[in-house]
């Protein structure tokens, strides 16, 4: 859906940032850590902050300290995935008796 070079070129630059910083964020929760109580995945990480108030405190002073809020990250998160969703081919499925069931890019 981009239809310049230079759109496309800075939208990649700022997914390649985002998931630059998704690395450092999880390195800096994870460091003091026990193994098990690690996390191998940022979106492992970013899925638990809604449901356990410890995780989410502690990626809140993880962000702090970064000059940061989770506020800010939740914008990061629902942006990257709004334009992964955005950018996903469209899908036409076709089930006439002609076709049995075949599924087409369009």
Known sequence: PYSDKKELKAINDIYHTISKWYIIILERYNNGLLDDRKFESFYHLYGQVSKVKDIRKRLANVLRSEGTS???LTVF????????YSNIPKFNFSFSPSVSKSTTLS
């Open 77 to 84: 998160v629902r942006y990257k995935i709004r334009e992964n």
């Open 70 to 72: 989770l506020q800010d």
